[in-house]
């Protein structure tokens, strides 16, 4: 069934599927029992037995909601097993760990830029710091959306996501990116130049160094693709002529 379901999730963005990928991995135990069979006693001793913290948890039920509602859907199973989960405890497992985010210093920085004639990852890095992109928004850019003086996000995992990323003259001096390997690659290259810190640590010090430079908080969101808090703010359109000077003023 999850073959049948996955299947139909086309278009996609690619960190969403890997995702569905991880979770239905840990429904190891599910694999091999019919949809039919899946009832509320089923479900608790899957989720009693799951290892891991209550984030991972909750990815493996999202998924399985999913899945029931398109079984439901399919007729595999009756309307009244949308409620399953409601009667269902996945509460008692550990908080997951806190992850500091730490600001990349101006030292680090400055080291980067150092090393970035040399070295492709110091380039990298700092093309993250310098633009705020989350690390699968650069890996999975198509050319097709790369332009002069900007980038279209066009696969993301929220509507606001979905945006305009301004290159300051910074950024563009550190064009043409080379290839970027694969997440836990480039993690290990990370960690060799910037030990202690996060590849999220980029994104953070991106906003940090905006918000040191008096760029309004709306201009802000709009160029991280963070959701306005504000109700008005979902009216407010941002030019990229004006993002485009918030950037390099950094």
Not at 50 to 56: A, E, H, K
Not at 87 to 113: F, G, M, Q
Not at 133 to 140: D, H, K, N, T, V
Not at 219 to 226: E, K, L, Y
Request: include cysteine; charge should be neutral.
């Amino acid at each position: 069934m999850y073959d049948e379901w996955i299947a139909l999730q086309d278009g996609k963005a690619d960190g969403t599927l890997r995702a569905y990928e991880t979770a239905y991995k840990k429904l190891k135990p599910l694999h091999d029992v019919k949809v039919g069979q899946i009832d509320r006693l089923t479900l608790q001793r899957f989720y009693d037995s799951l290892p891991g913290t209550v984030n991972s948890a909750v990815n493996v039920r999202k998924l399985l909601q999913n899945l029931i509602k398109y079984a439901v859907k399919r007729g595999y199973l009756p309307i009244s097993a949308l409620n399953l989960h409601k009667v269902v405890e996945i509460s008692d497992k550990p908080e997951p760990r806190t992850i500091d985010r730490n600001i990349i210093t101006n030292e680090e920085i400055a080291h980067l830029w150092d090393i970035s004639a040399k070295s492709e990852t110091a380039k990298m890095i700092l093309f993250y710091i310098y633009t705020g992109l989350r690390f699968s928004e650069l890996y999975e850019l198509q050319e097709d959306n790369c332009y002069p003086d900007h980038l279209d996000i066009i696969k993301a995992k929220t509507k606001a996501g979905q945006r305009t990323v301004p290159l300051s003259d910074k950024a563009k001096s550190l064009l043409p990116i080379p290839h970027i390997p694969e997440y836990n690659v480039f993690n290990r290259y990370f960690q060799e130049f910037l030990p202690g810190h996060h590849i999220h640590d980029t994104r953070h010090t991106f906003t940090t160094l905006l918000t040191e430079a008096g760029v309004d908080k709306r201009v802000i969101r709009a160029i991280v693709g963070h959701s306005a808090k504000d109700v008005t703010d979902h009216y407010t359109h941002i030019e990229l002529s004006v993002m485009l000077d918030a950037v390099n003023r950094i």
